[in-house]
């Protein structure tokens, strides 16, 4: 398939490192869930928000004039969003802007949208996982396979329905700014002075590790600190299992899963203020000590190839890109150049 497109210019950079089922019921919030756990969920919003240009996307003159058949995509959207939601929508237009007649089917654990993005925020990690796992599956347009794209949060829980889920076929994962590593720290206060905020944050950590708040509360379930790294493989109850790192039990057909892809391509946002460390988005993490940043391949998770990141690195498979954004703020430019280069492979 053959298609030229013009870009305007825009700061990115692309680090290749070679060597429907559909369900529907109320959700009970515990009680345990302070206020201030509920206003998380304004200031760790993932909705992606595509930055509009003139970029110009136009079909080679010598295109087929026969129809052809698109690798479909699917599409999960981040904390805050939801599968119906004006992004998600823009996102499927640029998508069959490059790949006519395309299909695209944007993920959801419920049908309504607004119990959707609530379920982002409340929620179980694993058992969506699994509900998706289903879903994917009654779709026949998915059978031969398929390209992914995940959207912060998304994106992380994209990448556990790979190593989970071997029913499924994914060619292509596409993250932007997903916490692969978790996170370590509540989105920055905007204020450094700003001590409602940092109390805020202060309570959110002391609770982070209970089973109630772990099971319902879903960014918690994927809260990595390495000062408290014992808690974190004793109570982490969906990360440390998908990055295998739970100290009684060790997955491998994780790894031969994750090793299934074509491709991961993993996009960070430079000026990120909502993922903490900006770096998980490229399995990177923090040295607790000196705060220094540890690259993926310095890793345990890489070292010891736990989920199988280093036989991806070693086969071609990884690829590195960022951009000079805040979290989630997504040039058209750089959303073109991953529809163009990774999604909607022809299928014969």
Known sequence: MWISFIFTFVN????????????????????????SVLGWASMFSQSAVIEESDVQVTLNPFYPSFPLKFRPVVIWHGLGDNYNSSSINRTISVIKESHPDIFAHPIYVDVDPDEDEKRTLFGDANKQIELVCEQLQEIPELARGFDAIGFSQGGLLLRGLVERCPEISINNLITFGSPHMGISDISLCDDT?????????????????????????????????????????????????????LVDHFNS????????????????????????????????????????????????LYLEDLIGLRELHFSGKLEFLDVDEDHMKIPQELLVMIVQRYIGGIVF
Request: proline share 4%.
């Open 193 to 245: 002075k700003d001590w409602i905020c940092k109390r805020r944050n202060a309570l959110l950590k002391s609770q982070i590790w209970l089973d109630s708040i772990q099971q319902t509360f879903l960014p918690a379930s994927y809260f990595r600190d390495l000062a408290q790294y014992d808690k974190y493989v004793f109570h982490s109850h969906f990360l440390a299992d998908v990055n295998n790192e």
């Open 12 to 35: 990115f950079n692309c680090h290749s490192l070679q060597s429907p089922i559909f369900r529907s019921s109320a959700m009970h919030i515990p009680s345990s869930l302070s206020t």
């Open 253 to 300: 057909t994780y790894r031969k899963n994750l090793n299934s892809l074509n491709k991961l391509v993993m996009i960070k946002f430079n000026k990120d203020s909502t993922l903490v460390p900006k770096e998980s988005a490229w399995f990177g993490e923090l040295d607790p000590e000196t705060g220094d940043v540890v690259d993926f391949d310095k890793t345990t």
